[in-house]
T-cell receptor
């Protein structure tokens, strides 16, 4: 029931764009996105709810395709501070248990 | 200043000993969670609680126990039955389930030798 993320890892140069995908085998109620720096706790980025929506702040945005049971995180004009591991988290329509995805390591280089 | 605290930050134990990790929140959140993270891996749910005096097992509950006697506190005990206890343990809380963000504590790095 753990959502699958792709790619597993990506390296970008400053200013480049990236897309991280999160797919679930279950119909979803919500999708969360978090970023974790090495040795630190995950930090919340955004939540998308059932009904299909897009959200964004600054140069980071996300979409939620309910029919496809997947979400994508878009990072545009990447900055060095974007480096870290990105996790999606999902709650299915059928229950309250929350699952984090497999993670995507993103490295931004000068 | 609201938040979640976990203590200690680093913990060392000998094999065969039980150890309890502390998690306290002053955010007035109903839901609390314990996750385990191994190097280079994602977060796996150990236990979660949506209300005082109630908790549910996550995917990897074997060898762990919890209690939720107070809204603010959700301690995790790593028992000697846990085969590979060395890991980074993260506690989180949220105002509810799915539609509420989770706030994480700084984590406890447990090493068992």
């Amino acid at each position: 029931q753990q959502p699958v993320q792709s790619p597993q890892a990506v390296i970008l140069r400053e200013g480049e764009d990236a897309v991280i995908n999160c797919s679930s085998s279950k119909a979803l109620y919500s999708v969360h996105w978090y970023r974790q720096k090495h040795g630190e706790a995950p930090v919340f980025l955004m939540i998308l709810l059932k009904g299909g929506e897009q959200k964004g702040h600054d140069k980071i945005s996300a979409s939620f395709n309910e029919k496809k049971q997947q979400s994508s995180l878009y990072l545009t004009a990447s900055q060095l501070s974007y480096s870290g591991t990105y996790f999606c988290g999902t709650e299915a329509n059928t229950g309250n248990q929350f699952y984090f995805g497999t993670g995507t390591s993103l490295t931004v280089i000068p | 200043d609201g938040g979640i605290t976990q203590s200690p930050k680093y913990l060392f134990r000998k094999e065969g000993q039980n150890v309890t990790l502390s998690c306290e929140q002053n955010l007035n959140h109903d839901a609390m969670y314990w996750y385990r993270q191994d190097p280079g891996q994602g977060l796996r749910l150990i236990y979660y609680s949506q209300i005082v005096n109630d908790f549910q097992k996550g995917d990897i509950a074997e060898g762990y126990s919890v209690s939720r006697e107070k809204k603010e506190s959700f301690p995790l005990t790593v028992t000697s039955a846990q085969k590979n206890p060395t890991a980074f343990y993260l506690c989180a809380s949220s105002a509810g389930t799915g539609e509420y963000e989770q706030y994480f504590g700084p984590g406890t790095r447990l090493t068992v030798t």
